[in-house]
């Protein structure tokens, strides 16, 4: 597959996301006929659908997949929902869905559920992510902070805080805070690595919709917020990102795992019965793993080491 220009929408609507963007015309249309050609050179045609949900921060991967797939297999219906990765994990429970994404492990009461369900899945991973902490561009003083700084700006602890708080040379300003919903991956890793368990600030703003946060940190000079690494290089002009204890997120950094302990990795969760019983799941799904690594970086996140991908494409191999 040649690389293409993706642009993410600036807005992710409704349940389902059916071709959400759109890329470069010349290079777009180069791409599709070289996936055509190779349709047409030997890849069966199929039909079918096949049903998705899962997190916002895995979107713009599985948007740019979708699409592309659309000029393989034009009669593939392929509907991805965003409903965080916790309420995909719902939706993956109750059988509505035949791969979840998400930007965190799957968790135990998760597993419990499913294995209630009669629902056998495996894990694959994606792509690299860095979370992004994020600040106003006109903020000149919180441009680094320390895992103890952020631990005093985001845990609750019955006050509301200034920057001066957490530096007194830093304004006597009402920090404004934005997070992704407690339904994200996001939110889940965040609460992890950073509030060890400890409630969020209760006057943070909640949303699953990473472009809200971004719209409310590029509203106030006072704000902070908090989301992943493609969603800031895609508002880097209007945002800036603040350096962890000295590290930035980059691609290197993000990869080598230098930029800790924000750098995750990403996750689909495929149904063994979907792919077993439906030759456009375990299509999509392969077609998911060989080009993953590409579209993770043409979207702004980084890719795996490619036995990674190659090791996942012969267990999916082993599902059918």
């Given at each position: 597959?040649?690389?293409?220009?993706?642009?993410?929408?600036?807005?992710?609507?409704?349940?389902?996301?059916?071709?959400?963007?759109?890329?470069?015309?010349?290079?777009?249309?180069?791409?599709?006929?070289?996936?055509?050609?190779?349709?047409?050179?030997?890849?069966?045609?199929?039909?079918?659908?096949?049903?998705?949900?899962?997190?916002?921060?895995?979107?713009?991967?599985?948007?740019?997949?979708v699409e592309e797939y659309?000029?393989?297999?034009?009669?593939?219906?392929?509907?991805?929902?965003?409903?965080?990765?916790?309420?995909?994990?719902?939706?993956?429970?109750?059988?509505?869905?035949?791969?979840?994404?998400?930007?965190?492990?799957?968790?135990d009461t998760e597993v419990?559920?499913?294995?209630?369900?009669?629902?056998?899945?495996?894990?694959?991973?994606?792509?690299?992510?860095?979370?992004?902490?994020?600040?106003?561009?006109?903020?000149?003083?919180?441009?680094?902070?320390?895992?103890?700084?952020?631990?005093?700006?985001?845990?609750?602890?019955?006050?509301?805080?200034?920057?001066?708080?957490?530096?007194?040379?830093?304004?006597?300003?009402?920090?404004?805070?934005?997070?992704?919903?407690?339904?994200?991956?996001?939110?889940?890793?965040?609460?992890?690595?950073?509030?060890?368990?400890?409630?969020?600030?209760?006057?943070?703003?909640?949303?699953?919709?990473?472009?809200?946060?971004?719209?409310g940190v590029t509203g106030?000079?006072?704000?902070?917020?908090?989301?992943?690494?493609?969603?800031?290089?895609?508002?880097?002009?209007?945002?800036?990102?603040?350096?962890?204890?000295?590290?930035?997120?980059?691609?290197?950094?993000?990869?080598?795992?230098?930029?800790?302990?924000?750098?995750?990795?990403?996750?689909?969760?495929?149904?063994?019965?979907?792919?077993?019983?439906?030759?456009?799941?375990?299509?999509?799904?392969?077609?998911?793993?060989?080009?993953?690594?590409?579209?993770?970086?043409?979207?702004?996140?980084?890719?795996?080491?490619?036995?990674?991908?190659?090791?996942?494409?012969?267990?999916?191999?082993?599902?059918?």
């Amino acid at each position: 597959m040649k690389k293409w220009k993706y642009l993410t929408s600036t807005a992710i609507l409704g349940s389902a996301l059916f071709l959400a963007a759109c890329g470069d015309g010349e290079e777009t249309l180069t791409s599709a006929e070289n996936n055509t050609e190779q349709a047409e050179s030997g890849s069966a045609e199929l039909t079918g659908n096949v049903v998705g949900d899962g997190s916002s921060t895995v979107a713009p991967i599985t948007e740019a997949l979708v699409e592309e797939y659309a000029a393989v297999q034009k009669d593939v219906r392929v509907a991805v929902g965003v409903s965080g990765t916790g309420g995909g994990f719902e939706k993956f429970i109750n059988g509505e869905t035949d791969f979840s994404n998400a930007s965190r492990p799957i968790k135990d009461t998760e597993v419990e559920k499913l294995k209630a369900a009669g629902i056998e899945y495996t894990e694959f991973e994606l792509a690299y992510d860095g979370l992004s902490v994020v600040v106003h561009p006109d903020n000149t003083w919180a441009k680094d902070l320390t895992v103890e700084q952020l631990q005093k700006i985001w845990i609750e602890d019955g006050t509301k805080k200034k920057w001066s708080d957490i530096d007194a040379s830093w304004p006597a300003e009402e920090i404004v805070f934005y997070s992704p919903g407690s339904d994200s991956g996001t939110y889940d890793y965040f609460d992890e690595v950073i509030l060890d368990g400890e409630d969020i600030v209760k006057d943070a703003m909640l949303s699953e919709d990473d472009n809200v946060l971004v719209q409310g940190v590029t509203g106030d000079v006072n704000a902070i917020g908090y989301f992943g690494y493609a969603y800031y290089l895609e508002n880097k002009d209007k945002l800036q990102v603040v350096t962890v204890n000295g590290v930035e997120p980059t691609n290197d950094t993000i990869e080598s795992g230098n930029y800790s302990p924000l750098s995750r990795p990403l996750f689909i969760y495929v149904k063994n019965s979907a792919v077993k019983d439906s030759e456009a799941t375990y299509d999509f799904i392969k077609f998911t793993l060989e080009n993953a690594g590409e579209m993770a970086e043409v979207v702004g996140y980084v890719s795996l080491p490619a036995d990674k991908y190659e090791a996942s494409l012969k267990q999916l191999e082993g599902l059918k």
